[in-house]
T-cell receptor, first 111, second 109 residues
Framework: GQNIDQPTEMTATEGAIVQINCTYQ??????LFWYQQHAGEAPTFLSY??LDGLEEKGRFSSFLSRSKGYSYLLLKELQMKDSASYLC????????????WGAGTKLIIKP | GAGVSQSPSNKVTEKGKDVELRCDPI?????LYWYRQRLGQGLEFLIY????????KSGLPSDRFSAERTGESVSTLTIQRTQQEDSAVYLC???????FGPGTRLTVL
């Protein structure tokens, strides 16, 4: 079956680094997405990985290992505005390229 | 258009009434998704349109829910005989789910 797992909630300190993990099991794979969602707002796109390795974009980086069905989102130099939910989604070939979503990780940043 | 738009942004209705929610996707994007998100919860897939293929309706929670899309343009999500548990934000996403509209917040009294 299809399954996306990520921690429900994480807490980190302003200025620090946090890593949010995502593991997945799908019938096919055509890319993994990370989204940020602030309370009361729609999700916004952060990153897309389709090949193994690390993609860096400013303070945010995303890593993918297809053989392990594993990804992480790394946030550096945390700011209070990074407090949000972070959603992991996998595009599943076996489901006509649908996005399969994790439940999201609520990240709380403390001063 | 420059992005995905949805209307109305907020809808308050009485239990038992029908509502219609609209999504204007990004021009040329063949894939369109509808999701539902209840307060504090994750995204719940409702329906997926991909070009001229038959839509994937597997996420629609009951026969009170239906959606249409004409070609690669506007889509409407209709909820008949609304119930209080239908209260949620309904999000439309265009092209592989990469671009989300702002959502319609539906409140059923």
């Amino acid at each position: 079956g299809q399954n996306i797992d990520q921690p429900t909630e994480m807490t980190a300190t302003e200025g620090a680094i946090v890593q949010i993990n995502c593991t997945y099991q799908t019938s096919g794979f055509n890319g993994l997405f990370w989204y940020q969602q602030h309370a009361g707002e729609a999700p916004t796109f952060l990153s897309y990985n389709v090949l193994d390795g690390l993609e860096e974009k400013g303070r945010f980086s995303s890593f993918l290992s297809r053989s392990k069905g594993y990804s992480y989102l790394l946030l550096k130099e945390l700011q209070m505005k990074d407090s949000a939910s972070y959603l992991c989604a996998v595009r599943d070939l076996g489901s006509n390229y649908q996005l399969i979503w994790g439940a999201g990780t609520k990240l709380i940043i403390k001063p | 258009g420059a992005g995905v738009s949805q209307s109305p942004s907020n809808k308050v209705t009485e239990k038992g009434k029908d509502v219609e929610l609209r999504c204007d996707p990004i021009s040329g994007h063949t894939a369109l998704y509808w999701y539902r998100q209840r307060l504090g919860q994750g995204l719940e897939f409702l329906i997926y349109f991909q070009g001229n293929s038959a839509p994937d309706k597997s996420g629609l929670p009951s026969d009170r829910f239906s959606a249409e899309r004409t070609g690669e343009s506007v889509s409407t999500l209709t909820i008949q005989r609304t119930q209080q548990e239908d209260s949620a934000v309904y999000l439309c996403a265009s092209l592989g789910g990469g671009f989300f509209g702002p959502g319609t917040r539906l409140t059923v009294l």
